[in-house]
């Protein structure tokens, strides 16, 4: 079994910063992809951006390349989304999850490959 805890959500200003945090119960993600996903209010979840744990391929989503940045600190057991000049359109909960079913970067944004979900954190930002 594997649970996943986020944290770091909060309110920001257009244009600032935030770093989220996904602390993982398992020891041993090597055939994992990590993943964060995000919902805002009355819309359908959303891919962001994921990661394998040996960090050998990530992929984000268009709406936010180039701004954030995802990372997996192995000896933490924790995955971090790193997000810079956010938008007011980046509002929304946003959801760790993992997946033993895909490694493929094209395959990553499929949100039915992923098993395993974390609680949420909701990031606002404020224009």
């Known amino acids: 079994q594997v649970q996943l805890v986020e944290s770091g959500g909060g309110l920001v200003e257009a244009g600032g910063s935030l770093r989220l945090s996904c602390e993982a119960s398992?020891?041993?993600?090597?055939?994992?992809?990590l993943a964060w996903f995000r919902q805002a209010p009355g819309n359908e979840r959303e891919f962001v951006a994921a990661?394998?744990?040996?960090?050998?391929?990530?992929s984000y989503a268009d709406s936010v390349k180039g701004r954030f940045t995802i990372s997996r600190d192995s000896a933490q057991n924790t995955v971090l989304l790193q997000m810079n000049s956010v938008k007011p359109e980046d509002t929304a909960a946003y959801y760790c999850?993992?997946?033993?079913?895909?490694?493929?970067?094209?395959?990553?944004?499929?949100?039915?490959?992923?098993?395993?979900w974390g609680q949420g954190t909701q990031v606002t930002v404020s224009s």
């Open positions: 999850a993992a997946s033993k079913r895909t490694t493929t970067a094209q395959s990553m944004a499929i949100i039915r490959l992923y098993d395993y």
């Open positions: 398992r020891r041993t993600f090597s055939n994992y992809v």
């Open positions: 990661i394998t744990w040996s960090g050998s391929i990530t």
